[in-house]
């Protein structure tokens, strides 16, 4: 079955304290992997997409990285403003293009 | 349009009660999808569309749950006879072609989500 796992569920961190966090997947052969970001009462926000391992992608304070098994979501010297939930989403190449979510980890960044 | 659009923002509905859903995406996005989120846990996909067809009905919790989409365009999700279980936020999403791969065809934009009480 088709899975997809992200921890910790939840991470306090102090302003410029870098950290990671993790996705793990399960599929029958990975389409894409995808991270967004989701702030409280908003709809979640496109980040990345990774399509094979190895393949890294940056943004600002993020780089997403992906293996044959997970992801990782790098958070480098984070800002109050990074606080949010990050949403990692699978998609499978024969299951009809449907998405899979993780549920996600709450990031609250300290000032 | 500018983004994925959604209405009502919000719904308070008595149990029992029939509820109709709406979507806008975003002009020229051929794939739509429906999504439900309850509190703390994570995006539940429940149908997807592309064009006016809908290939992938699996996450549709019930028969009371039903969607459509006309003119490759709007859609409108509709739940008959509420209950308590089915308050939730539920979240449209739409991107340009996900049958591409290895694009950018198939990065998802979302609506900010209608939130649905049911009493």
């Known amino acids: 079955e088709d899975q997809v796992t992200q921890s910790p569920e939840a991470l306090r961190l102090q302003e410029g304290e870098s950290s990671s966090l993790n996705c793990s997947y399960t599929?029958?052969?990975?389409?894409?992997l995808f991270w967004y970001r989701q702030d409280p009462g908003k709809g979640p926000e496109f980040l990345f997409t990774?399509?094979?391992a190895g393949e890294e992608k940056e943004k600002e304070r993020l780089k997403a990285t992906l293996t044959k098994k997970e992801s990782f979501l790098h958070i480098t010297a984070p800002k109050p403003e990074d606080s949010a939930t990050y949403l990692c989403?699978?998609?499978?190449?024969?299951?009809?293009?449907?998405?899979?979510f993780g549920k996600g980890t709450r990031l609250h960044i300290l000032p | 349009g500018a983004g994925v659009s959604q209405s009502p923002s919000n719904k308070v509905t008595e149990k029992g009660k029939d509820v109709e859903l709406r979507c806008d995406p975003i002009?020229?996005?051929?794939?739509l999808y429906w999504y439900r989120q309850s509190l703390g846990q994570g995006l539940e996909f429940l149908i997807y569309?592309?064009?006016?067809?809908?290939?992938?009905k699996s996450g549709l919790p019930s028969d009371r749950f039903s969607a459509e989409r006309t003119g490759g365009s709007v859609s409108t999700l509709t739940i008959q006879r509420t209950q308590q279980e089915d308050s939730a936020v539920y979240l449209c999403?739409?991107?340009?072609?996900?049958?591409?791969?290895?694009?950018?065809?198939?990065?998802?934009?979302f609506g900010p989500g209608t939130r649905l009480t049911v009493l």
């Open positions: 989403a699978v998609q499978a190449r024969n299951r009809d293009d449907k998405i899979i």
């Open positions: 569309f592309q064009g006016n067809s809908a290939p992938d």
């Open positions: 999403a739409s991107s340009l072609d996900p049958l591409l791969a290895y694009s950018s065809y198939n990065e998802q934009f």
């Open positions: 990774l399509y094979s």
């Open positions: 599929v029958s052969g990975l389409r894409g």
């Open positions: 002009s020229g996005h051929t794939a």
